[in-house]
């Protein structure tokens, strides 16, 4: 019995060092296709972004390497101003060539927004933990929302396809004619 555990503890203690993963600095940054960087609405009442996804990326020369710890936060955004971070992500690390997915509803939280119109934001390696460029480190959401004084907003529609879109144009204008 003694032989049975001195071999397993000598096979874990061969092996651990295999199993440790390589951490090397990579380019990381979010996409910059718009099919993979939308949400579905803002809810005005509860303060949430609804249906929000983005993906984060990485390069690098080994698959098989991961980054270092980063953040990634989503804020809001208007011309000439300060943004307004909302909402921040820690992350272990991603492999090098690979991608992390995001896939959630999102609020406001305690944040203080001002009314008005913006858009929303990803910054990846938010407090430069990653040695790489940060040239590509900020994307914005296509469309905007608008954040009023009360929870009277309107929500705004989902991610559409101009496809998608003309046909609900198409559709708006037939019951407007009364429906034919």
Excluded: C
């Amino acid at each position: 019995m003694r032989i049975f555990i001195l071999a397993v503890l000598l096979t874990l203690g061969l092996s651990a060092p295999a199993l440790a993963q390589t951490v090397k600095d990579a380019n990381i940054y979010p996409t910059n296709l718009e099919e993979n960087m939308h949400f579905k609405g803002y809810d005005a009442a509860s303060r949430t972004l609804r249906g929000v996804y983005f993906e984060v990326l990485s390069d690098g020369d080994n698959s098989k390497w991961v980054t270092p710890a980063f953040t990634v936060k989503l804020y809001l955004y208007q011309a000439d101003k300060e943004p307004i971070f909302f909402k921040t992500f820690e992350e272990e690390g991603i492999y090098h060539m690979g991608k992390k997915e995001y896939s959630l509803d999102v609020s406001l939280g305690e944040a203080q927004v001002p009314p008005g119109t913006y858009r929303v934001g990803v910054l990846v390696n938010a407090d430069n933990t990653v040695k790489e460029k940060s040239s590509d480190n900020a994307m914005l959401f296509r469309e905007p929302i608008t954040i009023g004084k009360s929870s009277a907003n309107s929500t705004m529609r989902p991610f559409q396809k101009e496809e998608e879109k003309d046909e609900e144009g198409k559709a708006d204008k037939e019951s407007a004619d009364g429906g034919e």
